[in-house]
């Protein structure tokens, strides 16, 4: 009977899980569903979440479930995080493994060696690995950014989305170039004045992942060489470029391996182009590269590994 690890790769948004034979290593089937955030959807809302997609995947009884959680925060004892405890309760029969979202997702590109990724979706930040105290050990972390929403996550989705509205907004008001986020926006939220957006945003406010939608509207914007668009996404690459700064300064000169994940760099072209063109000039010894496997992948693999030197 095949031993089986359940990977999740939680967000936000949505939650990828795969299931992982322990001797083969291969992915026997995947699923997505909602994002786990706890800071959104709070524990119950998370676990049940978690629950159904473990469902999905039909699998009964895994041997483990490893999960990249969200809300965690790798420079902190997570031993006790609230989601990992709830799942151990659900699956008591079942190993239970967890770390945070953006270091299972580095886990998979490493497999625990020194390497970075940066990471930009609906939110962003950046993550690196040096080496362990003793080979036993997790990797020791380094982390950059990815303080939540409140930051607006620069260079993230809702970053570059709400720079964009801010910037139609000023537009309307007179106090910034026309540009053709005017009237994307207006399209966006299937208004006809732009006034009807004090109202919404006040009265019944977008939620973060509606709003972080409009990054795409920027990025269409920027392919008609919208000079507005493009000043939104220049200054989301540099902020992007300040955190890789930061990773890639950790590492030793011969380990500046960065990873570059998450929706807005695998699907802007405009800025993970203009990412790559700075980091080669500021570091030309780099590699710089998308990653080939899945942070749930990751995830399991982790589990995985953790089993293996149990034994």
Same mark, same amino acid.
């Given at each position: 009977?095949?031993?089986?690890?359940?990977?999740?790769?939680?967000?936000?948004?949505?939650?990828?899980?795969?299931?992982?034979?322990?001797?083969?290593?291969?992915?026997?089937?995947?699923?997505?569903?909602?994002?786990?955030?706890?800071?959104?959807?709070?524990?119950?809302?998370?676990?049940?979440?978690?629950?159904?997609?473990?469902?999905?995947?039909?699998?009964?009884?895994?041997?483990?479930? *490893? +999960?990249? %959680?969200?809300?965690?925060?790798?420079?902190?004892? $997570? /031993?006790?995080? &609230?989601?990992?405890?709830? @799942?151990?309760?659900?699956?008591?029969?079942?190993?239970?493994?967890?770390?945070?979202?953006?270091?299972?997702?580095?886990?998979?590109?490493?497999?625990?060696?020194?390497?970075?990724?940066?990471?930009?979706?609906?939110?962003?930040?950046?993550?690196?690995?040096?080496?362990?105290?003793?080979?036993?050990?997790?990797?020791?972390?380094?982390?950059?950014?990815?303080?939540?929403?409140?930051?607006?996550?620069?260079?993230?989705?809702?970053?570059?989305?709400?720079?964009?509205?801010?910037?139609?907004?000023?537009?309307?008001?007179?106090?910034?170039?026309?540009?053709?986020?005017?009237?994307?926006?207006?399209?966006?939220? *299937? +208004?006809? %004045?732009?006034?009807?957006?004090?109202?919404?945003? $006040? /009265?019944?406010? &977008?939620?973060?992942?509606? @709003?972080?939608?409009?990054?795409?509207?920027?990025?269409?914007?920027?392919?008609?060489?919208?000079?507005?668009?493009?000043?939104?996404?220049?200054?989301?690459?540099?902020?992007?470029?300040?955190?890789?700064?930061?990773?890639?300064?950790?590492?030793?000169?011969?380990?500046?391996?960065?990873?570059?994940?998450?929706?807005?760099?695998?699907?802007?072209?405009?800025?993970?182009?203009?990412?790559?063109?700075?980091?080669?000039?500021?570091?030309?010894?780099?590699?710089?590269?998308?990653?080939?496997?899945?942070?749930?992948?990751?995830?399991?693999?982790?589990?995985?590994?953790?089993?293996?030197?149990?034994?």
């Amino acid at each position: 009977m095949k031993r089986i690890v359940i990977g999740a790769d939680g967000g936000g948004t949505k939650t990828a899980l795969c299931a992982v034979d322990i001797d083969s290593k291969s992915i026997l089937t995947q699923c997505v569903c909602e994002g786990i955030n706890l800071f959104s959807v709070g524990l119950d809302g998370a676990l049940n979440t978690l629950c159904q997609g473990i469902k999905k995947l039909g699998i009964a009884t895994p041997y483990a479930i *490893s +999960l990249g %959680d969200p809300s965690l925060d790798d420079s902190c004892d $997570n /031993s006790k995080a &609230p989601l990992m405890s709830a @799942l151990q309760e659900s699956f008591p029969n079942t190993l239970v493994f967890s770390k945070s979202d953006v270091f299972m997702a580095l886990y998979a590109h490493t497999q625990g060696k020194e390497g970075a990724m940066l990471v930009s979706g609906t939110g962003s930040m950046g993550i690196a690995f040096t080496s362990p105290e003793t080979p036993d050990k997790d990797p020791e972390v380094i982390t950059v950014g990815g303080r939540g929403f409140p930051t607006n996550d620069p260079g993230s989705a809702y970053s570059i989305a709400i720079n964009g509205i801010s910037l139609a907004l000023m537009a309307f008001d007179g106090m910034a170039s026309s540009t053709e986020l005017c009237q994307r926006l207006l399209n966006y939220f *299937s +208004l006809s %004045d732009h006034k009807m957006l004090t109202e919404l945003f $006040n /009265s019944n406010p &977008p939620s973060h992942k509606e @709003l972080s939608g409009f990054a795409r509207e920027v990025a269409y914007a920027a392919e008609s060489q919208d000079r507005g668009a493009m000043s939104v996404l220049e200054r989301a690459t540099e902020d992007l470029r300040l955190h890789a700064v930061s990773l890639l300064r950790a590492l030793p000169g011969d380990k500046r391996d960065l990873a570059l994940s998450g929706s807005v760099l695998k699907n802007n072209t405009f800025v993970r182009q203009g990412l790559l063109k700075a980091l080669q000039k500021d570091f030309p010894e780099a590699k710089l590269s998308l990653p080939d496997k899945s942070p749930q992948w990751g995830a399991a693999i982790y589990a995985i590994n953790k089993i293996g030197e149990a034994k």
